[in-house]
């Protein structure tokens, strides 16, 4: 057990240093654990390794933020998305979960004051990742044959998320598969509340009034219905019961609430 003690460290050891080496510090150190192939010396093969390191992240990235690739191009895209693998060490096994602070990255960057929506859109892009591989909303059937008085706490599925921008992100991301100059034909300073989830295996993305967001946004916050319905009533003085009900059953209709826990 001892021995495989110090073999597990040893491989840690040096796995952090090839880290290190492939990052481009402590270079020197490492190179003594590499064997040349063929022609190549020591140096060109820790070249080749910290190539393919930075362009596997890259383009697991790529995979993720397909939209702000387009929008940015290839030379600004691979340029931020190399300063920002230099900046943020992977610390995931599932390359798909990597780059979840590149939006906020992109918010430091000149090219978010040249592209406004460009940090919405990357935000939009990992929420969509992250519904994409979640499971499908699991709602109770007898969820909201309850009288509203008696529903006094929902529990929003994990499934399901919400997104504000001022921005038409959406209509933008839809886009992405056509040629650049689809840009063109884009309202970008038309406001989204959007409503991302995941159910019969496919992620939904729906457009919001922003009235039933706002009451979707207090219920995703936890608070109970009486006080999502009053925050609501404060901030849209001339809403009627009939309309607060209206969005209420809209609501109820997308299944992303369940009364109470659901264990698997």
Known sequence: MQRKQILNTQLSKLQ????CALRGSEQQKFLAHIEPIAELSTEDCLEIYSRGYYA???EAMGETFEATWW???DDDYFEL???YVQLNTSQV?????YGEGFASFLALKQQSNEIPFLVDLARFEWIFKEVFHCPDINQPEDLFQESISELT????????????????IYEVWKQRSQPIEALDDVDFFSAENLLIYKTSGRVFVRKMAAEVWGMLN?????KNLGEAIAELSNKYTDLSPSQMQSFFTEIARLGVFQSKEITQ
């Open 16 to 19: 952090e240093e090839l880290l």
């Open 56 to 58: 596997r992240l890259i």
């Open 71 to 73: 929008v940015l191009g």
């Open 81 to 83: 998305a190399k300063e």
């Open 93 to 97: 096994y599932d390359l798909s979960q």
């Open 153 to 168: 706490h929902l529990i929003r599925s994990p499934s399901a998320f919400l997104l504000k921008s001022e921005y038409s």
């Open 218 to 222: 207090s219920l995703f916050a936890g």
